[in-house]
């Protein structure tokens, strides 16, 4: 090594190192004391880059798919399961690059490439990682971070084409013992703060959140929001509140949290039947394989774990203190730790934990933290911009699919024309006389809701078609006058599946349609009583990610769970759309 | 994995103290059983704090700080003396990593000027794919579209069947309309003559489509994509001084491999 470079090596451990007790006295500045700091004053990423003018730009919007929930080599766990793909390869691979996985000793390199490339992507590294080394040893962690930053940056198509955005993230990874209440954040902008919050030093939301305000919506040019994630793993403690909270803490949430993700690659979290509904599409690729009629309090059985306990409660709330802290817009994602966004195609799976599920007899363990291929997070917008995606991502022009990219729209109003369905102009009357995914719906007087809804099957490529669609169903919850909580699930168009699964062959099924449109008024509408609804579409149904698996090992030398049940061996892939919400 | 790292932050603490520890060893000084909190220590606290949160800490919030980071320093020590860091794959990974970055932040590439990002795009350059705007009507199935093609043909208004895609999609990439329709519907839209009438198949049914206007792929200019070759320069920069790190490092060192024969050899 250089001498200069030594030298400054010395300067630089100073911070580290212990030589005799003096405190200074405290700091006059907020910025903690100009010179006298001992860490190196790194230069911050300026955002100073234009928003791109995009070519393709539509007031009615499009669909953009992409993933919010991804780890790479910067994250201390994938890192020790083998991952060497870091932020840059990460964003390659969402643009359609080749991924190198983790592959056990003795085994041929294992290669991934998506077949789709994604439109829109954060690296959400744990903060921990960045954040865990000891105080004051600053320069890994603001370099890790500067790096994140720069990484996105060098994804972000800013040429016309507009073919990829990028956006500045991390995890923060919070838990309380085997309760996790983890949340991505995702910021809407190239200034972001400048150094991630940490669960180390900040272990609830609540902190997370007050952070956050402070470093980032205090500041010119910063937005951000917080996204709950796999809340089944959380205990009961994603969606906690008790009825006498206070109205600002309420408030804080339903600011920063426009959205949860409803299903990723360590289970779905929509709903688990026993859990306060009995509907028999709940318990989505559940990786608790949860008997919550049996097990009404178990751990993970708790109204906390699941997205439509919290819609229904945050309407309990809303009459109590005035505001919903639960108003949640619905996305997926993956969550690998391979550095592979968007990587949920179940035909060519090849696991999302490095080398801990690296082949498929890894995949069939029931202990395994993982149990599917996660999902995709789509939006509505004009546009693939930075600015637009995020827009669309806070007032919740979203949905999320089980990683299929099935396309759904979804409007309510007082006044939506009853041929929609027979009009070309679906989006464009949708818009112009209600309100999309996402949004509220005010009182009017003597009025009913309508809600209109049409769905297109995901198109495949060319090597693998897509699956047609079973059925649209609209899931309603809603609070009495007594303040009791109350759903109900409607299909609204299509019918119970056709199609039988060859679990030798999984070839996709005939049956089905590749279009399902409705509209559809709520017979039982009550303009006293606070709603939600919510649309999920089925597609026929398929062999499982776990089928799969099991046809990748030879008929005599499959573990067990392949034949004992324990395992769901079909899967019916999916859609939930945001909810829209009616205020009395 | 993650769930044991969660419930060990003591794992956390080894690798700020194996990263201690190999940095007392560059300097040479022996460990010592004093713990002193010095001005640096402080200043580097509050900086932290004040970066996370935009403000300093209150004197109450700097105590805990200080609190905290006498316990970090112990546990630190501790597990460096019972040598917890040695043979652990993520503690050397990411001391690897620290001196890595340590290069980068120490000797960070110098910005480049527009000469030299022109040269650079040059030698690495950017396509932008082609863009469409292709006229729509959509036939749905079990309907015949062939009267439908013919009368468009003949520059005829028609009225085709209500589908989600509208009836004019404007600059649209190949990759795009094959998110819409599909990827052979969009490698034949891409193929069929500008300015006539013609019908592709998709899952959806039949799309008779005209493409308007056809804006070539081109190489991109520097004005179109200067952010992203500013940042792919100063990455190939930083990873070339990488690279030379770690060469002029290994000088310092004899490397013998001994190692048993290939494992994939072995196999066979």
Known sequence: MRPGCTALLIAAIGCARALHVEPPPPAEAPDGGGAAVSCPALPDVVDSAPEPQCLSHDPDRQVFYGDLHVHTSFSWDAYGWGTRTDPDGAYAYARGGLANLATPAGELPRLSRLARPLDFAAVTDHSEFLGAAAHGDCTPRLSAWRFERAAAERAYDRSPACRFTSLVGYEWTGNVGERWWHRSVIFGTSQVPGLPASALDRNTPEELWASLEKSCLGQRGCDVITIPHNPNWSGGLMFNMRDDAPQRAAMTRARMEPLVEIFQHKGGSECARGAGTDDPRCNFYDRFHLRCAEHPDGMHCRGGNFVRNALRRGLQLERGIGVNPFKLGIIAGTDTHNGTPGATDEATYQGHLGLDDANPRRRLRLDLGSNSAGGLAAVWAEENSRTAIFAALKRRETFGTSGTRLRVRFFGGWDLPQDMCRSSSFAHSGYAQGVPMGGDLAARAGGIPGFAVWALQDPGTSGSPGTPLQQIQIIKGWVDAAGASHERVITVAGAEAKAAVDPASCTPPAEGSSSLCAVWTDPDFRSQEAAFYYARVLEEPTCSVYQRACNQIAADARPRTCTDGSLDMTVEHRAWTSPIWYHP | ?268
């Open chain 2, 1 to 268: 994995m993650m769930r044991r790292l969660l419930r060990e932050p003591a794992l956390h603490f080894a690798v700020a103290g194996a990263a201690l520890f190999a940095l007392h060893a560059l300097v040479r000084k022996p460990a010592s059983s004093r713990i002193v909190v010095d001005r640096a220590v402080v200043l580097g606290l509050r900086e932290q704090h004040a970066r996370l949160l935009g403000a300093a800490p209150s004197p109450a919030q700097e105590r805990e700080l200080v609190e905290r980071w006498i316990d970090e320093e112990v546990l630190a020590r501790e597990a460096a003396a019972l040598g917890l860091d040695r043979g652990d794959p993520i503690v050397r990974g990411r001391l690897a990593q620290k001196m890595r970055f340590l290069q980068a932040d120490l000797a960070p590439p110098a910005e480049p000027a527009d000469a030299e990002l022109r040269a650079f795009l040059a030698a690495h350059p950017r396509r932008e794919p082609a863009l469409l705007t292709v006229g729509h009507v959509y036939v749905s199935r079990g309907r015949d579209p062939a009267p439908l093609l013919a009368a468009l043909r003949r520059g005829q208004e028609v009225r085709g069947d209500a589908f989600l895609v509208g009836p004019l999609l404007e600059d649209r990439t190949e990759e795009q309309l094959g998110a819409l329709f599909g990827g052979e519907a969009a490698r034949a839209i891409v193929a069929v003559p500008e300015g006539t009438w013609s019908a592709v198949a998709s899952p959806y049914g039949t799309h008779l489509v005209q493409v308007r206007r056809r804006i070539p792929g081109h190489d991109a200019r520097l004005e179109e994509v200067r952010e992203q070759v500013r940042e792919a320069l100063l990455a190939a920069r930083r990873e070339e001084a990488d690279r030379a790190l770690v060469q002029r490092l290994r000088g310092k060192y004899r490397i013998e491999i001994d190692a048993p024969a290939a494992p994939l050899e072995a196999q066979r």
